[in-house]
């Protein structure tokens, strides 16, 4: 990042470079708890790797952490498995939106990545081998990241699994292609429940961290990943990580990042920092738009592109 910029006036400058950006989306409605939040919250937080933390507006309200959480639940299955991880999943970008079904028909069954639907669902059911309940895995995971104890909220995880016809489809593909070897409601429900997973931008860019310093977390006083690993799923990020937006994205931001359709998105500057936004309304692909523009500018403002 340039030095001597201050990390605060950044972000009040963000926050009103963004306002021209809110009503141009729309909040997820194809979950129906998610459809009630208010579109124009708006939070951003920074964590640098020297301890620093700083705050605008909603950062330390809790949001629905949706496919952020696919990122934790990846880092959980390579530090348990490791490579075999990558005989069930691709690592490259798909293309097409994170709940598509053809793709994942012709191409028998094996997801194109990690970071889609049916990848997620994949490394559920990878989980699920040594865990009931992966999901509390995951949630507990990241709370250890972010020093603090984080819920499920039930409403939302219900909402999705009674709706999750096209995710079941998928989960069914995969089981009859052997990509899934546990019963499909299992891993259905444990998948749902992980993206119910809430959290504050603040909380998302603590418990990132490892991730900007070389696999360690400064709020775990531990190492999590191992460097190369680190590394690796900083690639997958910047190459997956916005569905099939990620090619845009990349040259407005220029950051590895992973969104979610809770309106949040987790951005890396590797050896430097992590940043969390959220705001709900949604572009056509899935990432927030308020979120997507403050990070742009975020990035321009402060010369922290990784391209
Ligand atoms: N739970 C959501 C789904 O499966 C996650 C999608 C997302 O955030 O990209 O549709």
């Known amino acids: 990042m340039k030095s001597g910029v201050s990390i605060d006036d950044v972000l009040a400058e963000?926050?009103?470079m963004v306002r021209p950006q809110f009503g141009k989306g729309r909040p997820a409605d194809y979950i129906p708890q998610l459809a009630g939040i208010d579109p124009h919250k708006f939070g951003m937080a920074v964590c640098t790797f020297s301890g620093?933390?700083?705050v605008i507006g909603d950062a330390d309200e809790a949001f629905s952490a949706q496919s952020i959480t696919k990122l934790f639940a990846l880092g959980l299955a390579l530090n348990q498995i490791g490579d075999e991880v990558w005989t069930r999943v691709g690592k490259e970008p798909s293309?097409?939106?994170f709940n598509f079904l053809s793709q994942l028909e012709y191409e028998h069954g094996v997801p194109r990545n990690p970071f889609i639907n049916a990848g997620a669902l994949a490394i559920t059911d990878i989980l699920l081998d040594t865990v009931k309940a992966p999901e509390l895995l995951v949630r507990d995971f990241i709370g250890m990241l972010s020093g603090s104890r984080l819920?499920?909220?039930?409403?939302v995880a219900q909402s999705e699994i009674d709706t999750a016809h096209k995710n079941r489809a998928i989960a069914n593909l995969m089981r009859g292609a052997?990509?899934?070897?546990?019963?499909v409601e299992a891993v259905i429900a444990a998948y749902c429940?992980?993206?119910a997973i809430t959290l504050s931008c603040?909380?998302?860019a603590r418990a990132a961290l490892p991730l900007a310093a070389d696999g360690f977390?400064?709020?775990a006083e531990e190492t999590i990943f191992p460097s190369r690993l680190t590394r690796r799923l900083n690639a997958l990020l910047l190459t997956c990580g916005t569905y099939d937006s990620v090619g845009s994205f990349a040259y407005r931001v220029g950051l590895p990042a992973k969104s979610g359709v809770g309106g949040g998105i987790l951005a890396v500057v590797p050896g430097q920092a992590t940043i969390a936004v959220w705001s709900p309304e949604l572009d056509k692909f899935g990432s927030s738009v308020v979120g997507t523009a403050a990070l742009e500018y975020f990035s321009q403002l402060t010369n922290c592109s990784v391209l």
């Open 95 to 97: 293309g097409t939106p």
């Open 14 to 16: 963000v926050a009103l």
């Open 151 to 155: 819920e499920i909220d039930e409403a």
């Open 178 to 183: 052997g990509t899934i070897t546990h019963a």
């Open 202 to 204: 603040r909380q998302l």
């Open 217 to 219: 977390s400064p709020v």
């Open 193 to 195: 429940r992980q993206c």
């Open 52 to 54: 620093g933390e700083h």
